[in-house]
């Protein structure tokens, strides 16, 4: 009964994952092919049309852009977590006035959609002269509303005070306690916000929109909308683009598959 059970867990299992991978087999495989001929049907078998689209691809700056994507993504999460973890722990090891005001403000900037603040946004950059650069792109992601409000909860139930109260006894300053000692507990939020804050940025088309305004800042999601024009679209070459895209995504999300799924679901189950 019990090797029933498994058998047939596995299989839906199995059954679910192929569901889930074929959109991205079918986006590989039509990479192969013209555009044209992918308005006939959708193909099952690889074509031979993938090198004539990965040309086309390289010979509009990709590389360019996907390196900035990169320098956007790593900056933005790097100094997202580390900011949204700081927040944490000062609002949880510090007594102060004004604390439930405060956790009440971040709460009520994730209620705030980004396109109403996009324009006072703009014009801060132009200001501060940073309106030609990826900056805009990277600041946007420092002042996390859902990443602080994610460490606060956390910290919360994941950092017992005493161990704090220990360290400051033995005379540990306060941010050599926060990484030495607060920041390994909450490993499952820094690696879940850390994903989140990466896909969120690299997947980014609004603001690279905006503040895009060279070829050399393109963003990837912008360089594959710019590969077409007014007569033709290049979906051949726009799926190998895409295609591309996602590799940094699923080596990150296979290498912390674990620890990401141990922070969705931390605090689920008490007791």
């Given amino acids: 009964m019990k090797k029933t ?5 596995y299989l839906l299992l199995g059954f679910i994952t192929l569901i889930s991978l074929y959109p991205f087999y079918t986006m590989i495989i039509m990479a192969s092919y013209r555009s044209e001929n992918l308005f006939q049907q959708i193909p099952i078998l690889p074509g031979n049309y993938f090198l004539e689209n990965l040309k ?27 900011v949204s973890g700081m927040i944490g722990y000062g609002i949880n090891v510090y007594q102060f006035r004004l604390k439930k005001i405060i956790v009440s403000f971040i709460m009520l900037t994730m209620m705030v959609p980004t396109q ?5 946004y703009m014009i801060e950059m132009r ?7 990826l900056w805009p792109m990277i600041f946007v992601w420092f002042a996390h509303g859902f990443g602080a409000f994610w460490m606060i909860q956390f910290i919360q139930t994941s950092v017992p005070m ?3 109260e220990s360290a400051r006894i033995d005379g540990s300053g306060e941010f050599s306690t926060f990484l030495k000692i607060a920041f390994p507990c909450i490993k499952p939020a820094v690696t879940t916000l850390s994903l989140l ?5 690299w997947n980014s088309y609004l603001y690279p929109l905006v503040f895009s305004n060279r070829e050399e800042l393109y963003t990837i999601p912008i360089f594959i909308k710019s590969l077409s024009n007014m007569y033709r679209t290049d979906y051949g070459a726009q799926l190998v683009g895409l295609s591309l895209s996602i590799v940094p995504v699923v080596i990150l999300f296979v290498i912390c598959s674990k620890t990401f799924i141990k922070g969705l679901t931390a605090g689920a189950v008490k007791g």
């Fill in 5 to 9: 059970k498994a058998f047939l867990t």
């Fill in 56 to 82: 086309v691809v390289m010979s509009a700056n990709f590389t360019q852009t996907y390196v900035n994507s990169l320098l956007i993504a790593v900056i933005s999460t790097v100094v997202s977590v580390l």
């Fill in 116 to 120: 109403i603040s996009i324009i006072g």
């Fill in 127 to 133: 200001k501060m002269g940073f309106q030609d650069s």
């Fill in 162 to 164: 005493e161990i704090i």
């Fill in 197 to 201: 804050v990466f896909l969120g940025s």
